[in-house]
């Protein structure tokens, strides 16, 4: 199957890279299928992009590149909801607000995007944590 990103040119996936968010993600609540792929100039970021929209591909990191010690629970309802079995069938990613000053480049870190990559199910859930900032600078000043 082929996706012609609007930003990303020609991507090519199978039917098992799907990710199915039932919920969608805020501010695309009508989109409810995506695939996440690796940007080729740079691993650390990726993009969760819609299949069903070929110009909706959202920016994402691991907050673990960005903030070694993020942590968080999920609620039982939550880990009933995508069905987690175990810790390793979960991947954790945040959304990047992109900027053309590096040092605007910001992550939400209080709104991960969970995914069972064992079932291809996911969800952005805001946690209730006041440690973690909706706008983290990625790149810091040393």
Do not use: W
């Amino acid at each position: 199957m082929k996706l012609n990103s609007k930003y990303h040119g020609e991507i090519e996936y199978k039917e098992e890279d799907i990710i199915t968010f039932n919920k969608g993600l805020p501010g695309f609540e009508n989109l409810k299928k995506f695939i996440i792929f690796s940007l080729e100039e740079n691993k650390v970021f990726s993009i969760v992009h819609s299949i069903e929209d070929e110009e909706i591909g959202i920016p994402v990191v691991s907050p673990f590149t960005i903030c070694k010690n993020y942590e968080f629970s999920l609620s039982d309802e939550q880990i009933k909801k995508l069905n987690i079995k175990s810790a390793t069938d979960v991947v954790t990613l945040n959304t990047v607000t992109i900027s053309s000053n590096y040092k605007d480049i910001t992550t939400n870190l209080k709104a991960p995007i969970i995914i069972n990559i064992k079932d291809k199910i996911g969800e952005q859930i805001i946690l209730d944590n006041d440690r973690y900032e909706i706008k983290h600078p990625i790149f810091q000043e040393v």
